[in-house]
């Protein structure tokens, strides 16, 4: 039975994947507008985030759509096809689950943050 309803959510997922990434593309949103010096200093600070995730997750999808609204120009890697992504993953932030964002702070330590709306949250009051 188990077996089954993996299958289903499998099946489920081939056919929803698509769909959620054209949507991703054709409706990406109001980008915020900044001033160049402004943007300059946002890239610099984005430099330090990398955004782990798998591509047709609908929680990573609404991350990176914030992403993209916020003007964020974030690392982005996929941790469901790429290895050393997912070991990364593993090792740094303990478990492998996505989305999750690594924030590398100014005095060099390392953050893991899980969970879309932590995420999306934390880079609104950071960002906006």
């Avoid at 992403?67 to 941790?79: F, G, M, N, Q, Y």
């Amino acid at each position: 039975m188990k077996q089954l309803i993996r299958l289903f959510f499998r099946v489920v997922r081939v056919i929803l994947g698509p769909l959620l990434l054209l949507w991703e593309w054709l409706a990406p949103g109001t980008r915020v507008a900044r001033s160049e010096e402004a943007q300059r200093k946002v890239d610099e600070a984005s430099s330090r985030l990398t955004l782990y995730q798998y591509r047709t997750c609908p929680f990573c999808i609404k991350t990176r759509r914030a992403i993209k609204r916020l003007s964020l120009p974030i690392r982005t890697l996929d941790a469901q096809h790429d290895q050393s992504a997912r070991e990364a993953l593993r090792s740094g932030g303990g478990e492998v689950k996505v989305p999750c964002l690594r924030i590398e702070e100014d005095d060099g330590q390392v953050r893991w943050l899980y969970e879309s709306n932590a995420i999306i949250d934390y880079l609104q009051a950071r960002f906006s």
